[in-house]
């Protein structure tokens, strides 16, 4: 059970290192699609940009799933370990359950810091969105007079 316990924790890792690199890949997306006059080429920057967020999603949504099931488990061996060795106080038992939360602690701050970062990246593809059709917009009223 004690496996299972540490293999949740690795896989929240994992998650967290993973969603980091998307993040950072993305920043420096970002940095070289300011030269983007072509609106073709502004049409696949936002093509590839968007590659990978669904990761970011992803993470957002099973985050707090990962963090009840390690509390579970934990509190699971919380009570298996006081049942074998009795129960001598209060403490003991709220130190166990303390121990155990924060699975849950650490799966709903996993899922705000990936929620932030896929609705951030979400709107700049947007703006870069409406961007492209203003420009496009501009070029043929210009063709047209």
Do not use: C
């Amino acid at each position: 059970m004690v496996e299972i316990k540490s293999a949740v924790f690795l896989l929240m890792f994992m998650v967290f290192v993973y969603g980091n690199f998307i993040i950072f890949q993305k920043f420096f997306m970002m940095k070289k699609s300011n030269g983007n006059t072509n609106p073709v080429d502004a049409l696949h920057w936002a093509k590839d940009f968007k590659k990978g967020l669904w990761f970011l999603d992803f993470a957002a949504t099973t985050s707090p799933l990962l963090g009840l099931l390690g509390t579970v488990i934990g509190l699971i061996i919380a009570f298996q370990e006081l049942g074998k060795k009795g129960v001598s106080g209060a403490g003991e038992i709220s130190a166990a359950i303390g121990l155990a939360l924060v699975a849950t602690a650490i799966g709903i701050a996993l899922s705000l810091w990936f929620y932030l970062w896929f609705k951030f990246f979400n709107s700049k593809i947007q703006e870069k969105k409406e961007d492209i059709k203003s420009r496009i917009l501009m070029e043929v009223l210009n063709e047209q007079t």
